[in-house]
T-cell receptor, first 119, second 115 residues
Framework: AQTVTQSQPEMSVQEAETVTLSCTYD???????LFWYKQPPSRQMILVIR??????QNATENRFSVNFQKAAKSFSLKISDSQLGDAAMYFC????????????????FGKGTKLTVNP | GAVVSQHPSRVICKSGTSVKIECRSL??????MFWYRQFPKQSLMLMAT?????????EQGVEKDKFLINHASLTLSTLTVTSAHPEDSSFYIC???????????FGQGTRLTVV
């Protein structure tokens, strides 16, 4: 079974600084998807970024970027120019490749990292 | 992005009663919907996958008779917690996958408290 591990229960960062959240995963599959989700106090899950395992290029979305190391099964999230609104729980998630449909099928989540942004 | 509405957002019920939670995709058709459970300060655990018009597929350890899932239309899935007990108290979240999409969209969740 696939597992996702987030080794940092809590992280903090100063506003405008950069922070990196760690994630490792275990799978025997070669094709899959990886995600970072944000869960603010409202509890609404928000997709931050998605990475297809077959793509070597790291995904980026504005201030958010990932460092995807397939051989090491590592998928870290870097948040640049941190803002107060970035404070939330961040979950790393894995999804198997489902052919045409692609990702976001059955998501396996890590335990999350609580990010605090200090003004 | 697409909108998924979950209702109610909070519910308190007495032990032994049943409670129904609805998950609706408001602006797209969802061929597949997922139900997750999240314990306090913990991760989301997939409970079951439902496909429109067919029986739900439950994850190992999830009681089918306690957590009844119905996906009667392409925009609505329901989760019914039957004979609820205090240990069923949790945060339940649904997500919906568009028929032609690669991203599932989450509802806002339902806080269930069984007293």
């Amino acid at each position: 079974a696939q597992t996702v591990t987030q080794s940092q229960p809590e992280m903090s960062v100063q506003e405008a600084e950069t922070v990196t959240l760690s994630c490792t995963y275990d799978t025997s599959e070669s094709d899959y998807y990886l995600f970072w989700y944000k869960q603010p106090p409202s509890r609404q899950m928000i997709l931050v970024i998605r990475q297809e395992a077959y793509k070597q290029q790291n995904a980026t979305e504005n201030r958010f970027s990932v460092n995807f190391q397939k051989a090491a099964k590592s998928f870290s999230l870097k948040i640049s120019d941190s803002q107060l609104g970035d404070a939330a729980m961040y979950f790393c998630a894995y999804s198997p490749y489902e052919g045409f449909q692609g990702g976001s099928e059955k998501l396996v989540f890590g335990k999350g990292t609580k990010l605090t942004v200090n003004p | 992005g697409a909108v998924v509405s979950q209702h109610p957002s909070r519910v308190i019920c007495k032990s032994g009663t049943s409670v129904k939670i609805e998950c609706r995709s408001l602006d797209f058709q969802a061929t597949t919907m997922f139900w997750y459970r999240q314990f306090p300060k913990q991760s989301l655990m997939l409970m079951a996958t439902s496909n429109e018009g067919s029986k739900a597929t439950y994850e190992q350890g999830v009681e089918k008779d306690k957590f009844l899932i119905n996906h009667a239309s392409l925009t609505l899935s329901t989760l019914t917690v039957t004979s609820a007990h205090p240990e069923d108290s949790s945060f339940y979240i649904c997500s919906a996958l568009p028929g032609t999409g690669r991203e599932a969209f989450f509802g806002q969740g339902t806080r269930l408290t069984v007293v």
